[in-house]
T-cell receptor, first 117, second 109 residues
Framework: NAGVTQTPKFQVLKTGQSMTLQCAQD?????MYWYRQDPGMGLRLIYY???????DKGEVPNGYNVSRLNKREFSLRLESAAPSQTSVYFC????????????????FGSGTRLTVV | GIQVEQSPPDLILQEGANSTLRCNFS?????LQWFHQNPWGQLINLFY???GTKQNGRLSATTVATERYSLLYISSSQTTDSGVYFC???????????FGPGTSLSVIP
């Protein structure tokens, strides 16, 4: 089925450990995004990649790095996990139509629930 | 950057009631989307609506871009409408997409 695949679905880390969250989409979208969701705070943008080969900071980038490996894959890395990074992480992909047609095909993965102890 | 506000933050409805959710944004945008997050955490597209009005069954949305707000109407609410409703905006294509804090809706039988 077409969509966005995130792995892993659940992860427990100890403070100071590192890990990479993987995201892949098969819809040939240009743009991919990483969000974190905390209770009562909606979804906050961590990093995004408007197109293959580019990445930009979002609202809350500190403590994270990203890699746009190719058009399909966009990974999020925590170099030294902290308890404040306990959250649910969502990856999304979408595209923008030409001539001002706007964004379309906005699709989210099922999320990664990360706990840092 | 763009600030997005949503109101009300929480809403409890009796099944069959109607409701209006509001999204305000601080700057002009070319893109606006409404999402529903169901109780299992899945995020589902509702409307792409940078301006004008759209309807899909019991749901409709209106965006007045010049006044920087959008409204989501839910009529004859059902328990399956429960969850959190988010609006998300993007100033220009290929820019960051920013979400509001959401409206948590509970529809009780």
């Amino acid at each position: 089925n077409a969509g966005v695949t995130q792995t892993p679905k659940f992860q427990v880390l100890k403070t100071g450990q590192s890990m990479t969250l993987q995201c892949a989409q098969d819809m040939n979208h240009n743009s991919m995004y990483w969000y974190r969701q905390d209770p009562g705070m909606g979804l906050r943008l961590i990093y995004y990649s408007a197109s293959e080969g580019t990445t930009d900071k979002g609202e809350v980038p500190n403590g994270y790095n990203v890699s746009r490996l190719n058009k399909r894959e966009f990974s999020l890395r925590l170099e030294s996990a902290a308890p404040s990074q306990t959250s649910v992480y969502f990856c999304a992909s979408l595209d923008f139509g030409g001539q001002g047609l706007g964004m379309y095909g906005y699709t989210f993965g099922s999320g990664t629930r990360l706990t840092v102890v | 950057g763009i600030q997005v506000e949503q109101s009300p933050p929480d809403l409890i409805l009796q099944e069959g009631a109607n409701s209006t959710l509001r999204c305000n944004f601080s700057d002009s945008v070319n893109n606006l989307q409404w999402f529903h997050q169901n109780p299992w955490g899945q995020l589902i597209n509702l409307f792409y609506i940078p301006s004008g009005t759209k309807q899909n069954g019991r749901l409709s949305a209106t965006t007045v871009a010049t006044e920087r707000y959008s409204l989501l109407y839910i009529s004859s609410s059902q328990t399956t409408d429960s969850g959190v409703y988010f609006c998300a905006v993007c100033k220009v294509s290929y820019d960051k997409v920013i979400f509001g804090p959401g409206t948590s809706l509970s529809v009780i039988p």
